[in-house]
C-alpha cells in the first residue's frame, strides 16, 4: 500500500458582487494616470491638518485614514475594511474577504487590500507629516 498524495485545497476564483450599503470609506487608492491628482489632493488634505498614513511606489498611491479626512481624487478606488481587509466600498468580494485575505498571505498587523485587477499586502505606514514629500508624484502625468 502507498501513501496517498495529498489534496490541494480546493481552487476559487474571486468575483465581485455589489454592496448595499456601502462600507465607510477608510483609505483611496490610485494607479497609473490617477496617481498625480490623489498626490496633489492628499498633500492639500495634509497642509490643511489631516492625518494620513501614504504608501507610494511609481504606479501606484495608497492613502489611509479616517473617511472626513481622505482626499477625493478622478480616477481613484475608495476603499473600505471587510473583515480586516480593505476592498472597495461599494464591492463584495466572493468568496468571503477574510479568505483573500489568507490567500494573500497576510499576516496579523500587515495591510492588505483587494480590488479587481490588483493586490497588496503591506506593513501598515506611519501617519504622513510632510505634505511636500508628495510634490514628485504630482509630476508623474503619463505615466
Known sequence: MTAAE????PA???TWERREPPLTAAAVLAI????PALAAATRDRLTDGARLGVLADDTTLLVL???????WADGAHYLGRDEELLV???ARPRPAAALWRAALGARP???????????????PPAA????????PLTRRAGR
Not at 495529498?6 to 485545497?9: E, L
Not at 485614514?65 to 482626499?71: F, K, Q, R, S, T
Open 32 to 35: 497609473g494616470d490617477a496617481v
Open 12 to 14: 476559487a476564483a474571486l
Open 128 to 135: 504622513a507629516t510632510d505634505p511636500d514629500a508628495l510634490t
Open 65 to 71: 485614514g479616517a473617511e472626513a479626512d481622505l482626499p
Open 88 to 90: 472597495p466600498t461599494t
Open 6 to 9: 495529498p489534496t490541494p485545497p
Open 109 to 123: 498587523g500587515e495591510l492588505c487590500l483587494l480590488v479587481p485587477g490588483h493586490a497588496l499586502v503591506a506593513a
